[in-house]
């Protein structure tokens, strides 16, 4: 009769003399009932990403210094289990009619100090983000276009959510003196705490 044991991880077996096609099958078998309950535990402890459909856009205050604005905007896990989200959004300004309005973003690393690291939500939990934009003309009598909405893509993610409201409506600047530029944003990843 064969004996089995499993020693960190490796099979290890003790047996009389077998054929070697009876050695094979039976050292086939022992390995994998040793192998499965540890992948099972590696399965069970992910969670997945957060669908669009599961999201709901949390409103923060928008604080304002030196020419430029902070809008504090968030993810709150609307379903029923637990859910994740790592990286940067994509934030899309539209017209009141619901076409893009003119939108050139780029990554705010660093701002607020914020770290860019998986956030697990558990139902009712909020993950956070920065806009964060210039706020003043400096381009003589040239002004910029104000959202009517933001569309909202959170981190790998094929969905969205649109935002509507005096929240909602911004106006960036950018470019230079001779050359204004609008709608140029700064988005900061998500973060499992509020920054202002």
């Known amino acids: 009769m064969a004996v089995f044991l499993q020693f960190k991880g490796v099979c290890v077996m003790h047996l009389p003399t077998l054929s070697t096609r009876r050695i094979a099958i039976t050292v086939t078998i022992a390995c994998a009932v040793a192998v499965v309950p540890v992948v099972g535990r590696a399965a069970a402890g992910t969670v997945p990403r957060c669908a669009a459909t599961s999201?709901?856009?949390w409103v923060g205050p928008i604080t304002g210094a030196m020419g430029s604005n902070a809008a504090e905007f968030g993810f709150t896990n609307?379903?029923?289990?637990?859910?994740?989200?790592?990286?940067?959004?994509?934030?899309q300004m539209l017209k009141k009619s619901g076409a893009k309005l003119s939108t050139s973003e780029a990554k705010a690393q660093g701002s607020f100090k914020i770290q860019d690291k998986t956030v697990v939500l558990v139902p009712g939990k909020t993950s956070y983000f920065g806009v964060v934009y210039a706020s003043q003309t400096g381009y003589a009598n040239l002004t910029c276009p104000t959202s009517a909405a933001l569309k909202f893509t959170p981190p790998q993610a094929a969905g969205s959510?649109?935002?509507?409201?005096?929240?909602a409506q911004i106006k960036p600047y950018g470019g230079t003196t001779e050359h204004l530029k609008c709608g140029?944003?700064?988005v900061t990843p998500v973060?499992?705490?509020r920054f202002q």
Request: proline share 3%; aromatic share 6%; glycine share 10%.
């Open 55 to 57: 999201l709901v856009i």
């Open 78 to 91: 609307n379903s029923a289990g637990n859910c994740s989200l790592h990286g940067y959004p994509f934030v």
């Open 161 to 167: 959510i649109t935002l509507h409201g005096s929240h």
């Open 184 to 186: 140029i944003i700064h």
């Open 191 to 193: 973060t499992a705490k």
